[in-house]
Structure formats: structure tokens, C-alpha cells
């Protein structure tokens, strides 16, 4: 992790996260877990859980949620909840399913990965294509004449701080708008 340099007693021992440290730590972050989604891999991740409380309320409990970076389901095919029911028996509840495999009722946890081998982790995983040399290239030659300021600006709407971050797709929108700029 990087530490904000910019605020006072960054050295110290007793050292306190400001918020722009925590802006470092959710950057750092949302770049590890689009790493992870362009591996060549199926992934499975875990969290613990923790009490959701109501909107608009102070400290009313309102079901369960995992504890973790909040746009964590958006990444994920299937998010999955493991629990005990009144019984003792462990249950799961499948909240997401993008793959369509896995079944709507609750299921003991035996059964899951009975579930996750059959039908999830056979299937061929999608890579997400990097940008190439000849795209950076292209890029360093459109955007030349442009402030510095203004295309990391740009790059945060796809969630990257570098060229070097971007997928050969996000690489093929941001030439197709430059090109289509420049004949205007």
C-alpha cells in the first residue's frame, strides 16, 4: 500500500488514516480486484457477515450482508450465503447467479460443491484481452496534445490510473472517440 505523504506525521508510530489514505486504499484495491477478474482463472472469494442496519435509521438491524468493499457483487458471477437455520443445518441461499446453474430454493452446503464443480468451475473462464503495444502507441500519439490532468481524469472513468491498466476493448473505445474528435 502506499501511504499518503502528504499528511502531516506520516512517519510517526501512532499514525492515523486520513481520508484521502483511504482514497490510496480503495484505489489500491479496485485495481487488485480487476486484476484478479482478468485472470484466466474461475475465482471463488469469501467474506465474513455482518449486521446490515436500515436506511435511514440509526443502528436498527435489517437482515444480514457480507462484510466487505461494496461493489464486491458487482465483480462476481454468483454470490452465495452460507448459514444455519433454526435446526443447526447449514444452508445456503443463493443471492446472485449470473450462470444460471445454480438452483433459486435454499440447498444444504454439501451439495455446493457439488454445484460449483458441475457447473461453474468446468465451464471455459472469458480472459479479458490487455492492451497491446501498438494500442499504447496510438494512444501516447492521439492524446500528446492533451493537458495531462485531463486524461487522468479520463482514465478514472475506466477505473485505471495508466494506459498500461486499460483492456484491449476500453483501448479500441477511447481511440474510436479520439479519432472520431479529430475529424470533427
Not at 436498527?60 to 444455519?84: A, C, M, N
Not at 445456503?92 to 454439501?110: H, S
Request: proline share 3%; glycine share 4%.
Amino acid at each position: 500500500m502506499r501511504r499518503n505523504k502528504g499528511s502531516k506525521g506520516h512517519r510517526t508510530e501512532f499514525y492515523e488514516l486520513s481520508a484521502k489514505d483511504w482514497g490510496l486504499i480503495k484505489s489500491d484495491l479496485k485495481s487488485f480486484f480487476r486484476k484478479l477478474m482478468l485472470l484466466n482463472l474461475n475465482i471463488i472469494m469469501t467474506a465474513r457477515e455482518k449486521v446490515r442496519y436500515k436506511a435511514g435509521s440509526f443502528m436498527v438491524p435489517d437482515g444480514q450482508t457480507f462484510d466487505g468493499e461494496k461493489s464486491l457483487p458487482y465483480l462476481v458471477d454468483s454470490v452465495i450465503r452460507t448459514y444455519r437455520d433454526k435446526d443447526g443445518e447449514f444452508l445456503c441461499e443463493v443471492i446472485k447467479d449470473r450462470t444460471g446453474t445454480l438452483p433459486q430454493e435454499d440447498f444444504p452446503t454439501e451439495h455446493l460443491v457439488g454445484f460449483l464443480t458441475k457447473n461453474a468451475i468446468h465451464r471455459k473462464s472469458n480472459p479479458v484481452k490487455q492492451i497491446s503495444e501498438k494500442q499504447i502507441s496510438t494512444l501516447n500519439e492521439l492524446l500528446s496534445d492533451f493537458d495531462p490532468l485531463a486524461i487522468t481524469k479520463s482514465l478514472a472513468v475506466y477505473n485505471v490510473e495508466r494506459l498500461e491498466e486499460l483492456s484491449h476493448n476500453q483501448a479500441e473505445t477511447i481511440i474510436a472517440k479520439c479519432l472520431s474528435a479529430s475529424n470533427k
